[in-house]
């Protein structure tokens, strides 16, 4: 596609329940990285992929977090036994290379109830 | 209690006039620097980026400074429109390579253009 992709583009799930957020980056775009956005606040970094490098997952807030990203392409980010706290906006973003332009998708409402 | 959120500073406009929104960055050895536009319910947009080796740069309507002394990122906004009405914010990359790649964003700024 043209742009990034994120699916769903809502999720509401039940409190205790693991959800799975994809997205799928701009094609040939090495670096891929996840953000989240809660109501009216800034976008807090959660783990950046480059290449076959090792991922920097310095931003994940818990255990519960994890992410993936398979044949350099699409990511995976996973929420382990959802809390309430977990509720935001998840943004993907990708970039041909590190320090050049990131592009986002328009990201994953997920509402945890 | 103890604020569990922060209000996004905001910067009320007249149409028309120019905007400055400024940025405070956090590590002097970031060498790569863009601001975004975020309207309601979308993915920030790309306006307009910066490397370290520069300290001015224009688009179209847009101005971007950098110093690097303090630390310090502007945009600037000529004759602002009513479009323009977004939050803003500014992130900072520590350029190529390995595990120094990632973005890291500012807290953001809110323009309000007033018709």
């Known amino acids: 596609g043209a742009g990034v992709s994120q699916s769903p583009s809502n999720k509401v799930t039940e409190k205790g329940k693991d959800v799975e957020l994809r997205c799928d980056p701009i094609?040939?775009?090495?670096?891929l990285y996840w953000y989240r956005q809660s109501l009216g606040q800034g976008l807090e970094f959660l783990i950046y992929f480059q290449g076959n490098s090792a991922p920097d997952k310095s931003g994940l807030p818990s255990d519960r977090f994890s992410a993936e990203r398979t044949g350099g392409s699409v990511s995976t980010l996973t929420i382990q036994r959802t809390q309430q706290e977990d509720s935001a906006v998840y943004l993907c973003a990708s970039s041909q290379l590190p320090g050049t332009e990131a592009f986002f998708g328009q990201g994953t409402r997920l509402t945890v109830v | 209690g103890e604020s569990v959120g922060l209000h996004l500073p905001t910067l009320s406009v007249q149409e028309g006039d120019n905007s400055i929104i400024n940025c405070a960055y956090s590590?002097?050895?970031?060498?790569?620097f863009i601001w975004y536009k975020q309207e309601s319910g979308k993915g920030p947009q790309f306006i307009i980026d910066?490397?370290?080796?520069?300290d001015k740069r224009q688009g179209q309507r847009v101005t971007v400074l950098l110093n690097k002394t303090v630390k310090h990122l502007s945009l600037q906004i000529a004759a602002t429109q009513p479009g323009d009405s977004a939050v803003y914010f500014c992130?900072?990359?520590?350029?190529?390579?390995?595990?120094?790649?990632?973005?890291?964003f500012g807290k953001g700024t809110k323009l309000s253009v007033k018709p």
């Open positions: 590590n002097s050895a970031s060498d790569y």
């Open positions: 094609s040939g775009h090495t670096a």
């Open positions: 992130a900072e990359n520590m350029g190529y390579g390995g595990s120094q790649g990632n973005l890291i």
């Open positions: 910066i490397r370290s080796n520069m």
